[in-house]
């Protein structure tokens, strides 16, 4: 008996893995799946609860039209592996016909159900910024990102990856602000993520240069007039901001950061944190001097280092290749060095 | 109070993070009195390294404010689940961030999400994982040591968030968790994680869920993964997530100049060598540097993740 959680629907997004091969999607019946060299028929995949394996069996003609059945059994690479005893040790491999023979089916098997191994990962997060998911994952604890906090968020280059994070983690509750630089605000990851409307009415665009009319660098200067481009929720923006009480400020864009760190920190509250992403270290060694000066404490620059472990019995290892870098984080708090004078008690 | 919401102000009953410096950072409950070693109740005084701090004075203070003591001052900060990893006090060996944030992200927590956690140690991961979820999810969280869960649910509680936990003395893998299809995640954190695997697949809602274990030892890990295997998950993922951090200074580093031939006539006498030395050396240079720490942190366990499918239904 099968209790229904939500159901594969036509015209959204789905993340669609074929062994190591992982690609994102927007289901429609109208045009077929392509997954690698083949294509599945979407209309077998639809009404299917989200997260069903799908066995596809090879259709006729031409085009190399597959059809997706469902499957209860769950068949692993690792447990194919696993039970085949002679994998343990391949000294007999070649010398018997019949294992070999039992071998070669074993991999067809697989390869009807997709378990491939070597196709490329597509993942949405664009190559220039090379943000990795642990680097986003400390970056949004780095920034304490809570439901129902006010988040301002600079974003270029990540195709709007970090922005749908923060606003998967606010549910709903609270705001974030998503300052970029002109043209349009990308939006790509969080157009992806299937974001219910209450979801989305957390989320404001500003552009930074509408915001630097209101809110100069230099307050001494007149910041010459901009046009606002249409993609703005401008008022609904700079109110929140005028506040300067933003609970968290993120950073992830392909220009230095450090002037626009300096500029941007005036709109946090004091005792929040702000995390830069950067995929170089030196602009953060230059940023953590810049906020050192403006008197933010808990400075930290950091880096993550992930390792992926094959684990199967007798042959666990970690894996042979691993990423040499996903980028770097500055992070710290924004307080208040007026002092604050406590009766002492000696 | 202060870890369901952010507020601008201490008031009393706060959680109060008192930064001295990096090495000096202690979470302080903001009360009159507090009781000390003998159990008698004494006035709330706060002793650091920079002077005495009657705790009660920081009430009406506004978070982030810097507080005056006698030979120096602090910082009041606002109690985040980041600070608490940093400041709470250790029952257990606990987990740090650079976990704690990949285990988030990794079992897709986010506000609504129900989840269960074995063992609940110091509640360094809890106190991450509600202020995920709430204010509409759910944290069962369970631990076979009775004096360290009911720490725990005074700790919740005190920290105003006690309506979104419960917090069970129970053995998981003996026992199993008592909760059926009620759970969008698992995590577990055990001596022996792949005991509790078929009450987690039991816990996990019909429509799938994600799972994680947390174990020091690969062998924990092999038969971890053994048991998730046998039990339907699929997708599995073991890893390890280390954080570096790095010292950041303005070195200063001395310039050898190529451009100054010293005398080869051997004539220099003592009043040269001075002006000599200098004029081998350009004038030195100020290098951004950022260097790993000498010691970091190697290892601190193997996270491992999988996902139970919809079709899976656990046996009755």
Not at chain 1, 76 to 96: F, K, M, T
Not at chain 2, 152 to 168: I, K, L, N, Q
């Amino acid at each position: 008996m099968r209790e229904d959680g939500p159901a594969i629907c036509d015209g959204k997004n789905y993340i669609i893995i074929k062994g190591s091969f992982m690609k994102l999607a927007k289901l429609k019946t109208q045009k077929q799946c392509q997954l690698g060299r083949a294509s599945v028929d979407v209309a077998g995949l639809l009404g299917h609860p989200v997260g069903t394996q799908f066995r596809l069996h090879s259709g006729g003609g031409k085009q190399r039209l597959m059809r997706p059945e469902p499957v209860e059994h769950t068949e692993d690479l690792a447990d194919a592996i696993a039970a085949d005893e002679s994998a343990a040790d391949n000294r007999n491999l070649l010398a018997n016909q019949t294992s070999q023979a039992m071998t070669k089916e074993r991999i067809m098997e697989m390869r009807e159900q997709g378990a491939t191994g070597k196709e490329i990962v597509t993942t949405i997060v664009d190559n220039s910024t090379n943000l990795r998911v642990d680097s986003l994952s400390q970056l949004l604890t780095a920034c304490s990102v809570r439901p129902g906090g006010r988040y301002l968020v600079l974003e270029s280059g990540c195709l709007a990856v970090t922005v749908a994070a923060v606003l998967e983690r606010l549910g709903g509750h609270g705001h974030l602000v998503h300052l970029f630089q002109g043209g349009t605000p990308q939006r790509h990851a969080v157009d992806a993520i299937n974001f219910t409307s209450d979801q989305l009415a957390c989320l404001s665009c500003l552009d930074l240069r509408t915001l630097m009319t209101h809110h100069p660098a230099d307050p001494t200067a007149s910041a010459p007039a901009y046009t606002r481009t249409r993609c703005e929720d401008s008022e609904l923006a700079l109110n929140m901001l005028s506040s300067k009480e933003m609970d968290g400020l993120l950073l992830c864009c392909r220009q230095h950061p450090v002037n626009l760190l300096r500029y941007l920190l005036r709109f946090l509250a004091v005792s929040r944190p702000f995390a830069v992403f950067c995929p170089y270290k030196e602009p953060l060694l230059e940023c953590y001097f810049a906020m050192k000066a403006e008197g933010c404490i808990m400075l930290k620059v950091t880096e993550t280092w992930l390792r992926n472990y094959q684990v199967l019995p007798e042959r666990t290892h970690p894996e042979i290749n691993m990423s040499g870098g996903g980028g770097y984080i500055l992070s710290g708090f924004k307080v208040d060095r007026s002092l604050n004078r406590a009766p002492v008690t000696d | 109070m202060s870890f369901k919401e952010y507020k601008t102000h201490v008031e009393m009953g706060d959680t109060v993070i008192l930064y001295l410096n990096i090495k000096n950072i202690h979470a302080i409950t903001v009360s009159e009195e507090v009781k000390n070693k003998k159990g008698n109740m004494v006035p709330n005084i706060f002793q650091t390294v920079y002077g005495a701090l009657k705790v009660k004075d920081l009430v009406g203070m506004k978070y982030g404010s810097q507080v005056q003591m006698t030979r120096g001052w602090a910082f009041a900060l606002h109690p985040t689940p980041e600070l608490w990893t940093l400041t709470l006090p250790h029952r257990t060996q606990i987990l740090y961030t650079p976990d704690i944030s990949m285990v988030l992200t990794q079992l897709e927590l986010r506000p609504g999400s129900v989840v269960c956690e074995a063992g609940t140690g110091s509640g360094s991961l809890s106190h991450a994982i509600l202020r995920t979820i709430a204010p509409t999810g759910h944290l069962h969280t369970f631990d076979f040591h009775e004096q360290r869960s009911r720490l725990a649910a005074e700790e919740f509680s005190a920290h105003g968030v006690g309506d979104y936990v419960t917090a069970r003395h129970r053995d998981v893998c003996g026992e199993g968790f008592d909760l059926d299809s009620v759970a969008d995640a698992v995590f577990l954190d055990l001596p022996r994680p792949y005991d509790a695997v078929p009450f987690a697949k039991q816990a996990l809602k019909k429509s799938g869920g994600r799972i994680c274990s947390f174990s020091p030892c690969i062998e924990q890990v092999q038969k971890t993964c053994d048991s998730l295997r046998k039990h339907g998950f699929t997708e599995l993922q073991t890893l390890e997530c280390l954080q570096r951090e790095f010292q950041v200074r303005k070195s200063v580093m001395s310039v050898f100049d190529l451009s100054q031939q010293p005398p080869t006539d051997g004539s220099a006498d003592g009043d040269e060598r001075p002006s000599k030395k200098a004029a081998m050396e350009e004038r030195p240079r100020e290098v951004l540097t950022g260097i790993p720490l000498t010691t970091m942190p190697g290892h601190t366990g193997f996270l491992t993740f999988a996902t139970l499918p919809p079709v899976m239904t656990s046996a009755t």
